[in-house]
């Protein structure tokens, strides 16, 4: 095996100083590739300070932990994230980096690697090695088309995917940190803070475990010819507070405020699940008020137990779309569900 080939996690710390879930990911999938190679593996991380997120990860077993720490690095900006991230990998002298697809990291990654003279490849979902051939699998045409990659080119810089791998998960203990420096650029842009919706109005959450999608069947005339929408829109929110439940949506339902209709308020295109919207990883899928059409399921390629509430028995759930299919009135169902979940200790 090729012991001269290099892997390196490149992350970020988080306000707590610790690196998240992402980063943790990454660097399981880091681990199992150096395995793989017969190779070592360095840590490289940004962020405010080195101590406790160093002391995090130092069982996993780096050759290396090299840190580009300070107040320049505390906050996401371009001109000194790509210059750390720079600097950490010369340092490495990397010539696999794998990095977490944070929002963070995927603003600078391609400059990244051009400045090393290198590749990038995003929306990674495995590592494999064999030999000393690395290759990446990622999907591709709107996750209709698995393929595999391998690059010659070196340093190859990996994002990949929050959500397919689990995270390492061992105990923290002390470890040699290398400070890297880095030649700091003239910085024309101040992070003057950070503003976030109150978790009140937070409807996507990547990391919940179930899925509540609502189609817009909400919106529409029920059996006594009126529409209901204040009614939907309280038992949508009362279920995603009760079960901290992540909020998507058809296309049809999310496009219905540009077009002038009844709207839920809460529900942008960032809900939108499908073709052409987003494609989430969570665990358990409750589709409702949603017919269930191909263009929209597609979206549910990375959702493992789905059901769906429906009144229409031969809706697109119905054709092998879904696990459970309840054909029932929603704006029942889920007012049920409601009472169930507020009844529970
Ligand atoms: C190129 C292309 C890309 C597309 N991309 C996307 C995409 O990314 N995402 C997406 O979602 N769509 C996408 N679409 C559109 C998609 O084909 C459907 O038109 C859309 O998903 C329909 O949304 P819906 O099921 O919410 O609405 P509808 O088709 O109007 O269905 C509403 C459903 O609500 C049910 N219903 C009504 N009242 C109740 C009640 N009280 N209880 C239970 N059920 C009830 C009805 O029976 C009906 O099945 C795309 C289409 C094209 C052509």
Redesign the pocket.
Known sequence: MDSSMSVLLLAHTEPDRLLARPALEALAATQALATALETTFAVGFIGTDAGAAATQVGSSGPSRVLVACGAAFSQPRYATDAAAAEAICRAANAHIVVVPATSRWMRVLAGVAHRLGGCVDTHVTRLAASGNDVSITRWFYKQRIEGTVSRVQRPWLIALEPGTVDAWNGAPAAVNVEPVSVILPSVRTEVAGVRTPAASEQTVRPDADLLLVA????T?K?SDGQVHIKQAEALILSFLGAAQASLG?????VDQSGEGQAVLPFMTHLN??????ASPRHRKGLA?????????V??WQFVTERRA????PN??WAQGKADVLYV????Q?MAKVNELLASQP
């Open positions: 189609g817009a069947g909400w529409k029920q949506g058809s296309k049809s339902l939108q699940v499908g073709q052409t919207g409702t008020c949603c017919h269930g059409e191909e263009p929209h597609v979206g509430v429906n009144l229409n809706c697109g029932a009135d929603a704006f169902v």
